[in-house]
């Protein structure tokens, strides 16, 4: 059976490349993998839904909300507050 969601990315190691992907069913753990994989610099080179790579302007979308994951979890660690006051204070996702 195929995977709703795709990721194809790469590793930097040691002036090259390594290739990899990643699969799920669950559309907030594909938010959630890209959002790690953003956090640790890995080359995310497509995310591709039922087997079609994902049209640019949908990509761009996933890639936006994964970085407001990563940019609220670092907020709510850093200052000691909770999801949904950073999302009131500084409009990342909740």
Known sequence: MLAKYKIEYAIPFH????????????????EE??????????????????????PRNEFDHLIKTAA????????CRSLGIDKVEASHRFGVPA
């Open 15 to 30: 002036n090259h490349d390594q290739p990899h992907h990643y699969t799920t069913n669950d559309p907030v753990t594909c």
């Open 33 to 54: 993998t890209l959002a790690k994989m953003l956090e640790h610099g890995f080359k995310i080179k497509a995310v591709l839904h039922e087997g079609v790579e994902l």
């Open 68 to 75: 407001g994951m990563l940019a609220s979890n670092h907020i």
